[in-house]
Every structure is written in structure tokens, then in C-alpha cells.
């Protein structure tokens, strides 16, 4: 909150309300965390006992769950920028652009450098 609070130059009610919008989406995410551990425990089972079918199910459950969470962030991260001036938005696209452009240039370098 504070890199964004300074980056975009948040007003107090802004930094409250992405404060909210933040925190409701991490109780959501948080609430499918057992879910998750579930899956990846029998996931370690599958794999031990090599039963490959259980092993495409239990993959097939994870994928979900996981798109579950995705959403649950990028819904988040929506009403974050619904709140935002145009000023803002323009700094949040162009701060966006600046960083998958630099992740883009680390996956891209060979091992080792």
C-alpha cells in the first residue's frame, strides 16, 4: 500500500478504500487455503502411489481453485483502478508496462547471468 500510496499519490480516502478492497480479497483468497492444502497433500499422495488419473483429476480440481483465486485477485485489482483518477490510471498503466517489461527481459537472459 505504501509503494502505491506513493507512486500514485493516493488521498487518505483513496489509501482507505484500497485498504478495504485489498483486504476483502485477501480474507476471500485466504478462505479457499485449506482447499488448497488439501488438494496438494493429495496431490503428494497421488504422485507416491503413481496413479495417474487421480493425478489428472486432482490437476484439473487445482487448475480451478487456482482460477478461483486469480479472479478473486484481478476483481481486486479492478475496483482498485475504478477508483483511481485519470491521472492515476495513467501512471498505474505506465509503472504496469515498466515492470512486465523488465519481467519479460529476465525470463528472456540465459542461466547464469
Known sequence: MQRLTAQLNLTPDQQAHAKAIFKSSRQQAHALMPQLKQEHQA???AVKS????QIDQITQQNSQLN???RAIHAKARAQFYAMLTPAQKATYDE???SRV???RKRTQQPAGE
Open 43 to 45: 496431490m503428494a499422495n
Open 50 to 53: 503413481d496413479n495417474e488419473a
Open 67 to 69: 482460477g478461483q483465486i
Open 95 to 97: 509503472n504496469l508496462k
Open 101 to 103: 517489461s523488465h519481467m
